[in-house]
Structures are given as structure tokens and as C-alpha cells.
Nanobody, 121 residues
């Protein structure tokens, strides 16, 4: 099993910044993708940013130019730097990690418990 521990959420005023961190631990052979998703009340969970093992990055359209995702492969961590925050960024943010099972092509996905980000206007 893999455990994900998130940190860094909180309350911030519009225009402010927050940094989220997620650390993966447990039975990890290799991590493939690391990502952040978010879910606002009454809305579907959506991709915020994804970073592959080789460093390729995708961002959701609504956060391009404001958020930056990064990872540290040695520490099995993924961070999300969020700048120029808007009230519509308010949501629970979830870390998501895909691991590879040794000697197979099997991939398993794991979710963090979520961390609340609230942006006041």
C-alpha cells in the first residue's frame, strides 16, 4: 500500500499564494504520474496539474500561468505552487499518484485525503 500525506492548504485572500505539498510513502517500486486534482462543492473533481516521471507537465486551462507543479523523485514528493489565487480556486485539493508494480506492467492509483483551499474575495 501507498500512503499520501498532503499539507499546505488554508485560507488566503484573492491575489495571494499558497503552496501545497504531498509526500508518498509505503510500498513504492516506482512512481509514474503525480498530480493534483480539486473538487469544489457541487462540482466534479477536475485535473489541476499532472507531472510525469520524465517531467512532462499538463495544466488545467483555468490555472495555466498561475500554478506550477513540481516533483522531487528522490523524496517521492509533489508540490503545487499557487499564485494569483481567485475565489473560484476554492476547493478541496487532492494529491494523486500512479505507481508501477515491480516486474509487471500494472499501475495503481492512490488518492490523498484532500486539503481545503479557501480564497476569499
Amino acid at each position: 500500500q501507498v500512503q499520501l500525506v498532503e499539507s499546505g492548504g488554508g485560507l488566503v485572500q484573492a491575489g495571494g499564494s499558497l503552496r501545497l505539498s504531498c509526500a508518498a510513502s509505503g510500498n513504492i517500486f516506482r512512481i509514474n504520474d503525480m498530480a493534483w486534482y480539486r473538487q469544489a462543492p457541487g462540482k466534479q473533481r477536475e485535473l489541476v496539474a499532472n507531472i510525469g516521471s520524465g517531467g512532462s507537465i499538463r495544466y488545467g486551462d483555468s490555472v495555466k500561468g498561475r500554478f506550477t507543479i513540481s516533483r522531487d523523485n528522490a523524496k517521492n514528493t509533489v508540490d503545487l505552487q499557487m499564485n494569483s489565487l481567485k475565489p473560484e480556486d476554492t476547493a478541496v485539493y487532492y494529491c494523486y499518484v500512479v505507481t508501477l508494480v515491480e516486474h509487471t506492467t500494472t499501475r495503481n492509483g492512490y488518492w490523498g485525503q484532500g486539503t481545503q483551499v479557501t480564497v476569499s474575495s
